[in-house]
Structures are given as structure tokens and as C-alpha cells.
């Protein structure tokens, strides 16, 4: 008998060890999962896993390159990769970034078997890219989530089991992305233009992280890295601020014909390793107006109703309007 409640003890054990208990999961706001504390550190650690919704901000292939390469062994080179930014509605000012890497085992800590192989990564971006979203479209994002530079993002935490996949579902087409906020530099840069840092997200960098964001009257102090990715510098004439570029087919070497002063629209972002500073405006695309950097779906976003983008809301769009409707 003793050698029998023995046996089943071991493998009771054995069973425990094998089968792994049900990760955690709850519905959040982005408010409550990007909730920091005085160090700029992300505080939300109730739940193994979240469930967010709000308004998706741009097509995922304007920020990141999907293209995979499974050839690629440089440390810290993840190859393809796929984001997003979705922010919150109505109270829930804030908003989140979800991430998709191919090669995580090109990260020193992951296991050589830990990455896609091009058909595996072509794999998940067709599953993700399933419910055929845009900008504008409600959308609920349910996974795991890990913090880089200032963000809590919702990823696979590098690890390519389908354990850890996330999902993004398509909640309702055709809601309409939100109006950019306006900020002026005051707003986020002190009087010695240095980054204002609120750990309680009520104003700063913070406040606006995450969402669809707009400063007026700037110009730039260096656009020479001016392309794909590129890596700017706006100035109002006293304060600074940096523009990471994005790879829409708009933004390519020659493409910039901004005269001074120009308006700015993009997502605000933050990546540094000082998690209360690299504060940083993301444009997506560009459509070539000379007078607004932005994307032509943010543009419109910021002035509803002014079909033909000229900056005015008239007749001519009302027209315009009427013309379009058949298709």
C-alpha cells in the first residue's frame, strides 16, 4: 500500500510539472496597463496575459519591415518584423504598441531554435493580417506583454510557441480614426529643453504617449537622415524635438518638400533606455502636400470633412463627397 500512495505521489508531481497551470488573463484599459511609477518603470503586473481595444492608428507595413530573412545572424537583428500602435477611447486616454519579430534568437538570451524561419513568419503574418484592418477599425489585441523603452507592449516575450501567440481581432470596420491631439513643444520639453517626465501620465510626453498626436508651427533643424526610417530633428525656434520616419511609400530620398513653418502629424512615442526621456513624434507616411508632415489618413483625420485636403471645409468637398459616394 505505501509503495502505492508512493507511486501515485510521484506521479502526481511528475503531472504537476508537465502540465502547466492556465496563464491569467483580463480585459484592461491602456491607461491602467501603461501606468508607471517615479522611475518611469511599468507597473501593471496583475495578469499573465491582457485584452485591449481601441482604434487601430496606421497599416502595420508603414512602420516596420515584414520582409523575412532567416539568413540574418548579427546579434540583436530581429529581421522581419510587424507593430502596431492602437490607442483607447472615450476616458482611456492612452495607447498601446503590439510587436511581432521574426529572429528573437538572434537576442543572446533566446535559444538557437527560438526564431522564425521565413514560411514560419510568412505563416504568422497571414494570421494576423486575417481580419483585413486599417486605420480607423475598432480592434481587440489579446497576449503577452513585455516593457522596451518606456513601453508595455503586447508580444510573444521573444519566445515562438504558439502558446505565446497574440491575437487581433476586428471588433468593427470603419470607425474613423480620432482627431489628433494638439501639443505645443512647451508642453513636452522644460524651459532648459529637457523632456517633462509625469509619472501620473497627466501631462508630458506620458500623456500623449501611444496616440495620434499633432504639433503645429515647427521646422527642422536636421532633416539630412530624411528617407525610410529616418531619424529628424523640429524645432519651434526655442525647444526641439525628434521625428522618427516610418517606410510609407511617401517617404523616400527627395520626397521632402516641407517649407517653414509646416504642422507635424504622428504617433507619439518614446524608446530609450532612460525611461523617463526619448520622447519622439512617429510619422508613418507622407502624401506630398508641402504643409503638413503626415499621412494622408491623418490628415484627414484632422480635419473631418475636408475631402480634398486644401485645408478649408467647403462646398467643393461637399461635391467631391457626392462624387466619391458611388464607389
Do not use: C
Amino acid at each position: 500500500m505505501k509503495n502505492i500512495i508512493f507511486l501515485t505521489t510521484v506521479l502526481s508531481l511528475a503531472l504537476g510539472a508537465i502540465v502547466k497551470a492556465a496563464p491569467t488573463v483580463a480585459e484592461v484599459t491602456h491607461s491602467e496597463f501603461q501606468a508607471v511609477d517615479a522611475s518611469g518603470e511599468h507597473t501593471y503586473n496583475a495578469t499573465d496575459k491582457v485584452v485591449l481595444e481601441g482604434i487601430l492608428l496606421h497599416n502595420p507595413a508603414d512602420m516596420l519591415d515584414p520582409t523575412p530573412d532567416d539568413t540574418i545572424t548579427e546579434t540583436f537583428n530581429l529581421g522581419g518584423a510587424w507593430q502596431i500602435f492602437f490607442q483607447g477611447e472615450g476616458d482611456d486616454h492612452a495607447g498601446t504598441a503590439v510587436f511581432l519579430g521574426q529572429l528573437y534568437n538572434n537576442l543572446p538570451w533566446v535559444a538557437p531554435d527560438g526564431g522564425y524561419s521565413n514560411e514560419e513568419f510568412i505563416a504568422e503574418l497571414s494570421r494576423l493580417n486575417a481580419a483585413q484592418f486599417g486605420p480607423g477599425d475598432r480592434i481587440r489585441v489579446t497576449g503577452y506583454y513585455l516593457s522596451y523603452k518606456g513601453k508595455l507592449n503586447i508580444n510573444e516575450q521573444h519566445n515562438n510557441n504558439p502558446d505565446h501567440d497574440f491575437t487581433v481581432e476586428l471588433l468593427e470596420r470603419g470607425v474613423g480614426l480620432p482627431r489628433p491631439e494638439v501639443v505645443m513643444l512647451d508642453e513636452l520639453k522644460n524651459v532648459d529643453d529637457d523632456f517633462i517626465f509625469d509619472p501620473n501620465r497627466q501631462r508630458g510626453g506620458e500623456y500623449y504617449q501611444a496616440r495620434l498626436t499633432k504639433i503645429e508651427d515647427v521646422y527642422f533643424i536636421d532633416a539630412n537622415d530624411w528617407g525610410p526610417h529616418g531619424e529628424l530633428v523640429i524645432t519651434d525656434g526655442t525647444k526641439t524635438f525628434g521625428v522618427k520616419l516610418g517606410r510609407g511609400n511617401g517617404i523616400y530620398a527627395g520626397s521632402n518638400n516641407l517649407t517653414e513653418p509646416f504642422d507635424i502629424i504622428g504617433v507619439m512615442d518614446q524608446e530609450s533606455p532612460d525611461l523617463t526621456n526619448g520622447y519622439r513624434l512617429y510619422v508613418m507616411n507622407y502624401d506630398g502636400n508641402g504643409s503638413v508632415l503626415a499621412s494622408r489618413e491623418h490628415r484627414l483625420a484632422d480635419k473631418p470633412g475636408d475631402i480634398n485636403l486644401n485645408g478649408v471645409v467647403d462646398f467643393v468637398d461637399l461635391v467631391k463627397l457626392v462624387e466619391d459616394w458611388p464607389k
